[in-house]
Structures are given as C-alpha cells and as structure tokens.
C-alpha cells in the first residue's frame, strides 16, 4: 500500500481507459477524468497533498483543469475529497456527494478519516448537490447513475456510466468504498458508529452483481490493479481494462477481505482476554 502519510511520493503517469475516460489519480488515491463536449467530470480529487499532481495530470493529457464543471465523490474520506476545496476555488466547479456523507464533506462530523491519516481536515466544504440512489449525473451526452452502497461510509456511492473505445460501446462501473477499515469494532465503538454499516455494505456488493461491468475503475489503484493494467498497456496489450470477468471478481474479493478482517479482529480481541 501506499505510503500514506507522503502521498505524494509515489506518482502515476496519467493515461488514458477509453475514448472520454482518463487516469489522472495517483497512487494513494485514483481520480478519473471524463471528458464532454460541455466540459470535464472528475471523480474524486484525492488528497489536497497530491492535488498539484491532479491538475498536473489534467494538463499533461492535454485537457485544461479550468473546463472541470462538476466534481463528483465517491465517499467523504479525506483521500477522496481533500483536494476539493482548492480546485473549486481554481475552477468554480459544482460538487456532488452522497447524501448522507454532507456532514463529513463540510466539517459538522470529524469522520473524513483525516486523523487516521495523519492529517488535519482543514478542506471542508459544503456540497452543491446530495446524491441520492438511482439519481443520474448528466453533463454533455455523459450520463452517469449513481447507486446508495453504504457501508465504508453512509453516504457511498457508486457510479455507472457509458464509454467507446474503439468505435464500440462499454459500461465503466466503480464502487465507491470497499475498505474494511471503517467498518471494524475500534473505529465504530470510537465515534460512537452502528455496526449495521456491515450488513448495508454487503448487501450492497450483492446488489452491484447485478450491473454489468467492462471496464472496472477503482477509486484506489490496488482496487483494479490500475498499475499493473498501465504497465500491460505500456507494454503492448490492447486494452487491459476491458475485463467483463473482473467486476464480480472484485465484489467477491472485497466480501471476503471484510469477513477476513472481522474474523482477524475477534481472534485478536479474544487474545487480550
Ligand atoms: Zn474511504
């Protein structure tokens, strides 16, 4: 894993998945750019600390950051939203979070896992548009469907969108929270959290089976394999990331690694005793 108190140490290239979709993330935290003929949709700006990197990126792949109308979060952590409030004050784009991650975006909750980090969460602000399950991000002839995956955080949300490559059409799908770590007994019995946030999140994987998937992006390079697909591009394969298999291999994964994690945390408790 990253190291995450120096985010910035470990850079990525910025490339390009498909026709209006970009990588222009970095290591520690991943954002994806999608390009329209009305502008730019950023998914995530990652941590204020790489934020040079984003819009460095953004330059690089020959888009300018100013075109970025709407910023769009996958969950209210720190290495999602971190970035958030310079870019707006750079480009004056709307943003959009999942409902019930307002009160981490804008400071009311001190829950953006910041601390946990190692940082302060000095970046709070107040989200233009709440998302809410099923609503759908238009902008240009993109149209993005946003599903409620609560779980890693309330607010959590998952995003499913149109691309080409190619000349032919993919679904791009990413599920917008998939660490255990927000979901274990310290961390919940610490901010005074339920522990319903386990069940809502797997109810949730079972519920994204159902969408079908070609290319996955994750919000973390270690989700998707991000680094290891760029390097397969680099090296001559068609399009790593068209990979309809991977989806439901990522769901199954992510299922497993919690439970994992659960069963490691009582074996450890039950030590202490
Ligand atoms: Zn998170």
Not at 121 to 135: I, S
Not at 212 to 231: A, L, M, P, Q, S
Request: glycine fraction near 10%.
């Amino acid at each position: 894993m990253a190291n995450m108190n120096t985010p910035w140490t470990e850079y990525m290239e910025p490339f390009k998945i498909a026709d209006n979709l970009y990588f222009v993330g970095c290591y520690a935290a991943s954002s994806h750019l999608i390009t329209t003929s009305e502008g730019h949709i950023l998914i995530d700006t990652g941590y204020p600390q790489n934020l040079y990197q984003v819009i460095d990126n953004i330059y690089k792949l020959g888009f300018n950051p100013h075109d970025i109308k709407y910023i769009v979060h996958s969950h209210g952590h720190y290495d999602h939203l971190g970035g958030t409030k310079a870019l707006v004050e750079l480009t004056g784009a709307k943003t959009f979070i999942g409902a019930d991650d307002r009160e981490y975006a804008n400071g009311t909750l001190d829950l953006t896992w910041a601390k946990e980090l190692g940082f302060e969460y000095y970046e709070a602000f107040e989200p233009d548009v709440l998302l809410h399950d099923g609503d759908v991000i238009r902008l240009g002839e993109v149209e993005i469907t946003t599903l409620s995956t609560p779980g890693h955080t309330p607010g959590t949300m998952s995003f499913f969108f149109n691309t080409t490559y190619e000349g032919k059409t993919y679904r791009v799908g990413t599920h917008g929270g998939v660490g255990p770590n927000s979901m274990m007994t310290w961390f919940l019995n610490q901010y005074g959290l339920s522990f319903d946030c386990r069940e809502k999140f797997l109810a949730g994987l079972e519920r994204l089976k159902g969408e079908k998937v070609d290319i996955f992006i994750g919000n973390h390079v270690w989700n998707n394999d991000t680094k290891g697909r760029y390097e397969r591009m680099m090296a001559g394969e068609k399009n790593p990331f068209i990979d309809p298999e991977e989806w439901g291999k990522f769901l199954d994964r992510c299922k497993n690694n919690l439970l994992t994690q659960l069963k490691k945390e009582e074996e450890e408790s039950n030590k202490s005793y």
